[in-house]
């Protein structure tokens, strides 16, 4: 079993930033992917950033490129997620994700709050 822990959110105005933390626990197994999702009051969840563990490519959803960091630490076990410029829409509660071969694992959620 892997467990990830979420730390780093709050509110924040709006042009402002900040760093989540995703830190992992547990069994050591092979992961593929690691990434940060969002989901916003009455709105599907939605990737966000994703990096392939074996390559380090990135992805972004379109809405935070240029603004948003995904980076790894793998000795630390920790994902990070650089958010500049937030905007009220990154409004959410963010969710980490690590993906095995077959299974997903995914952190309880924190609150990310971005007032006008």
């Known amino acids: 079993q892997v467990q990830l822990v979420e730390s780093g959110g709050g509110l924040v105005q709006a042009g402002g930033s900040l760093t989540l933390s995703c830190s992992a626990s547990g069994a050591t197994i092979s992961i593929n992917a690691i990434g940060w999702y969002r989901q916003a009051p009455g709105k599907q969840r939605e990737l966000v950033a994703v990096m392939s563990s074996s390559s380090g490519t990135t992805n972004y959803v379109d809405s935070v490129k240029g603004r948003f960091t995904i980076s790894r630490n793998v000795a630390k076990k920790t994902v990070l997620l650089q958010m500049n410029s937030l905007k009220p829409e990154d409004t959410g509660v963010y969710y980490c994700?690590?993906?095995?071969?077959?299974?997903?694992?995914w952190g309880q959620g924190i609150q990310v709050t971005v007032s006008s």
């Open positions: 994700n690590a993906q095995g071969n077959r299974e997903g694992y």
